[in-house]
């Protein structure tokens, strides 16, 4: 309507007329055109699992969930308590955040190890990781394990 100040876009929009009138002007100001949907504005870590597949984590899940939910075989023999070390993973690039003094003191035991190399029981995904799973149920012929506690 002609001389009515009106909204170029939904409520929350940013961009909106101020004068209609001779040498008409026109305000902008900063900030997103569209409102973004319920619950979109999470940022979703990605994991990449050499080999096989890239998927998105909600933040905070466990890794070895993460990829175990993804479809992809991996080991965790004792339900994902830093006791076997069978859901070690190599970390291929991203930041999988410090080691707890748990998976510390159980991958100490196993003598010289890389220090890419970590439990995926004790990992919660809060940026983007890649990974190789070491080990395999399928390839080994047992169970993968008890699933680890959320
Ligand atoms: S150490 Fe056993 S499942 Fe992680």
């Known amino acids: 309507m002609p001389g009515t100040p009106s909204r170029l876009s939904s409520q929350s929009s940013s961009i909106s007329e ?18 973004a949907p319920q619950g979109s504005s999470k940022i979703m870590p990605t994991v990449t699992v050499d080999g096989e597949k890239s998927f998105e984590v909600e933040p905070g899940k466990k890794l070895v969930l993460a990829i175990e939910d993804a479809g992809i075989d991996i080991m965790h023999r004792c339900g994902g308590n830093a006791r076997c070390t069978t859901c070690r993973v190599e970390i291929l690039g991203g930041d999988p955040g410090p080691q707890t003094e748990i998976e510390q003191a159980r991958l100490a035991r196993e003598g010289d190890i890389a ?28 169970p993968a394990g008890p699933r680890p506690a959320d």
Do not use: E, M, Y
């Open 115 to 142: 220090p890419n190399i970590r439990l995926s029981c004790q990992i919660r995904v809060h940026s983007d990781l890649w990974v190789a799973v070491i080990n395999r149920a399928g390839a080994r012929g047992i």
């Open 18 to 35: 101020t004068d209609h009138g001779p040498g008409r002007s026109v305000k902008l100001t900063a900030g997103p055109l569209f409102d």
